[in-house]
């Protein structure tokens, strides 16, 4: 068996294959293109496996590998600390690591997502871009108002009729370049919030998530944006063992440090998939008005006197929620309460 070990970068990629007994077939440095990377596969040895690092090229040489037959694994990048530890790194070192990781068996191997799902994803994460731009935009608006002292109502700014409105009555007070600017802004604005619908309605709709996002959205609390980030950031859901693995997934726990028989857990983890971890902590935040069980979470942790705790506690039993419905199919059934059935009787 031969490993090829693949440092990518932009514009070159580095390789190593070596055999089962480290020898070193032969290593050097190609064009990050499919055309070199083809030429490079089609010279392997019959038997080989290839490792590579993930990066945000990662996606395309993994899927280009496999088209070709090949075998490949994708490593997690914070786990290949024997590639940053060394004295000397560079591009044919890095190579040389990782083709070693992958005939050791110690290659710190990550899952990779099926291509449609990985393809809706990107979708998914573009239409958060779009938000975040269109939040910055009223932002702006808001603030070149305030500083040419224009007042303005806040809760309807955004508001289409309002906002001509205003522009109309206070063009005289405002400086010459504003009304120019407030008009380029608020253009800008409607044409992501277009984008947006146009984003979030292709995918609600889409025939690979339309039924799994429709069972999502019969939880209280949950919606369209709630359901299809857990349903395009998770994927397979059957790859968690737990919900353990689920909420250390989102993010929604601290990391934990134990040494002689002393343990200390530490914040919020910094290794976690941070779309589901923002989206559930918003969506724990309005939860508990929509759920009664939830609410009661929230007001038992908060007693404990932290908000930022209560909060959590609602996101863990939210990401419970959605993996009891995801795994088992199934639509959202509330279970009555003991007081609710001793009323009942």
Known sequence: MNYLGLDVHKKTISYCLRQADGTIVREGMIEATREALSALLESMPPSWSAGLEATMFSAWIYDHIRAQGGTVKVAHSTMLKAIAAGKRKNDRLDARKIADLLRCDYFPECHMAAPEIRNRRRVLRYRNLL????????????????????????????????????????????????????????????????????????????????????????????????????????????????????????????AERSSAGKQRRTPISKQRNHHLQTVLVEAAKLAPRWHSELALVHEREKQGGNRNRATLAVARKLAAYLLAVDRGEREFQKTASPHELSRVA
């Not at 702006?140 to 309002?162: D, F, R």
């Not at 919030?193 to 146009?198: G, I, L, P, Q, V």
């Not at 609600?204 to 209280?220: F, G």
């Open 131 to 254: 938000v975040r731009q269109a939040v910055r935009m009223k932002t702006k608006v808001s603030g070149l108002l305030m500083e040419t002292g224009i007042p303005y109502n806040k809760a309807k700014l955004h508001s289409k009729k309002y906002f001509y409105q205003l522009l109309e009555e206070r063009r005289t007070e405002m400086p010459e370049s504003l009304p120019e600017l407030l008009q380029l802004s608020r253009a800008s604005i409607e044409t992501l919030t277009r984008m947006d619908y146009k984003l979030l309605s292709a995918l609600e709709h889409d025939r690979l998530l339309a039924a799994r996002v429709k069972r999502l959205m019969t939880i209280p609390g949950v919606g369209t944006v709630v359901a299809l980030t857990w349903a395009l950031e998770i994927g397979d859901v059957h790859r968690f063992a737990s919900l353990k693995k689920i909420v250390s997934y989102c993010g929604l726990c601290g």
